[in-house]
């Protein structure tokens, strides 16, 4: 079993930054890759950023390219989420996900075995 932490989440204006972060506790060496979802009020939830444990490659919706980033560090076992020159369209509640199984999308949620319990991210215009 793998446990995950969300936190950092708060409200920004328009055009600042946050840093969410995830820990990771349990059976972490099981893990093959983990995401950043997010859900808005009345959307569907959406795969936002993933990074694959062992090769470190990371993939972003077009929506964020450019603005967020999405890192590990194994040593403190924690993922995290730098989003900057954030908009109102990125208003959502946040998760973390992670994967213990291959073939999965890196977008569809069903690729997960294990999130967290969110993290609220609000951006005022």
């Known amino acids: 079993q793998v446990q995950l932490a969300e936190s950092g989440g708060g409200s920004v204006p328009a055009g600042g930054s946050l840093r969410l972060s995830c820990a990771v506790a349990g059976n972490t060496g099981s893990l093959l890759f983990m995401a950043w979802f997010r859900q808005a009020p009345g959307k569907e939830r959406e795969g936002v950023a993933v990074?694959?444990?062992?090769?470190?490659?990371?993939y972003y919706v077009d929506s964020v390219k450019g603005r967020f980033s999405v890192s590990q560090d194994n040593d403190e076992n924690t993922l995290y989420l730098q989003m900057n020159s954030l908009n109102h369209e990125d208003t959502a509640m946040y998760y973390c996900a992670a994967a213990n199984r291959d073939g999965g999308r890196w977008r569809d949620s069903a690729a997960y075995a294990f999130w967290g319990q969110g993290t609220q991210v609000t951006v005022s215009s």
């Open positions: 990074i694959f444990i062992r090769s470190r490659g990371t």
